[in-house]
């Protein structure tokens, strides 16, 4: 069975920053484009970053510069460092890799002072 484990969000100050994992139980994770997406209350689900398996980035394109995707294709990690958090950033965060429905359980990140 496929698991998608999100960890790292908390509660954090505006100007703070946090890092975000995800462990994928994914036998074909480092051939897939990996996708960190995001939900806030009453918003639609958006694309935050994602990385290709040859570790080639793109990123939401108010988010760049803020943000750092990464992943470790040993570890079947994928991480999301975020800086210069805002109130905006507050969101459920999802792992998710592309080309599929597997979805996990997603970490809050909350953006308060």
């Known amino acids: 069975q496929v698991q998608l484990v999100e960890s790292g969000g908390g509660l954090v100050q505006p100007g703070g920053s946090l890092r975000l994992s995800c462990a994928a139980a994914?036998?074909?994770?480092?051939?897939?484009?990996m996708a960190w997406y995001r939900q806030a209350p009453g918003k639609q689900r958006e694309l935050v970053a994602r990385?290709?398996?040859?570790?080639?980035?793109d990123y939401a394109y108010s988010l760049k510069g803020r943000f750092t995707v990464s992943r470790d294709n040993a570890k079947k990690m994928l991480y999301l460092q975020m800086n210069s958090l805002k109130p905006d950033d507050t969101a459920v965060y999802y792992c998710?890799?592309?080309?599929?429905?597997?979805w996990g359980q997603g970490t809050q990140v909350t953006v308060s002072s």
């Open positions: 998710h890799p592309l080309e599929t429905s597997l």
């Open positions: 994914l036998s074909v994770f480092s051939s897939s484009t």
């Open positions: 990385i290709n398996p040859a570790g080639v980035t």
